[in-house]
Structure formats: structure tokens, C-alpha cells
């Protein structure tokens, strides 16, 4: 059932998830390993997404087992829950980080050779430029 917008079966980060879906499911993770207790707004709030992105990653996550959602038992408010990185999420975690960081090492290596180059073009208009 993976599509290219869902998390793969399996731990490893698959080269056809959308960046920006995978983005969200790091971060998602990561926040969720620091912070169990936040509600979805407050996930959207942290991560600057839509609430709708949030439930939709959410239900990704909780889908291939990387989370699982607890009640607070002692809770008044029906709607307090956690959500708990399973140790199959933990996993996962460490693969989306590292497939995330060699993405972001390949963006930035591209994005310091365009500037380098953009210097280039920029000192050589100023030789040229007449005074």
C-alpha cells in the first residue's frame, strides 16, 4: 500500500517518497520522540504545517506501525493523547535521518557550487564593467 506520498513497509527511506512528505514524516518523528504529548495542532504549530498535513502524516505513521496512540487515562479532556514511537519507529527514525541528511548534504553541495559559480560570473562582470 505504499504510495509515493506514504511511508515505506519497511525502515528504509525509499528514493520515490515525496521530499517534502518525507520532511514532514522526520520532523514529525523527531518532535514526537521530544515533545509525545503535543496535540495535532500543537504539531502543526511546531513543524509550520497544515493541521490536515499533521493527521494525514499521523495516520502514515500510526498506519505502518512506527507510532502508536495512548490515551492519558487521567485526562478530563477526551482528546489528550500521546503519541509513542514504537521500536519499530525508532528504527525507522534512523534511516529517515539518514537518508534526510544525504539528501540535505547533496542540496547543499549543489547550492555552495551555484554560488561559487555565481561569484565567478559576478567578479568577472566586474572586470569588464567599464568605469
Do not use: W
Not at 98 to 105: C, E, I, T
Amino acid at each position: 500500500m505504499t504510495s509515493a506520498t506514504q511511508l515505506p513497509q519497511s525502515a528504509s527511506a525509499p528514493a520515490n517518497i515525496d521530499p517534502s512528505i518525507e520532511d514532514t514524516h522526520f520532523r514529525l518523528l523527531r518532535l514526537l520522540e521530544a515533545r509525545p504529548e503535543l496535540s495535532q495542532r500543537g504539531l502543526a504549530r511546531e513543524l509550520g504545517a497544515s493541521l490536515g498535513k499533521v493527521n494525514y502524516c499521523l495516520n502514515a505513521l500510526i498506519d505502518t506501525g512506527f507510532i502508536k496512540v495512548r490515551n492519558f487515562r487521567d485526562n478530563r479532556n477526551k482528546l489528550g493523547y500521546a503519541y509513542l514511537l514504537t521500536p519499530r519507529g525508532i528504527e525507522s527514525k534512523a534511516a529517515i535521518t539518514m537518508h534526510f541528511l544525504k539528501r540535505k548534504m547533496g542540496e547543499y553541495e549543489a547550492l555552495k557550487a551555484e554560488i561559487e559559480q555565481l561569484q565567478r560570473e559576478v567578479a568577472e562582470f566586474g572586470e569588464r564593467r567599464p568605469e
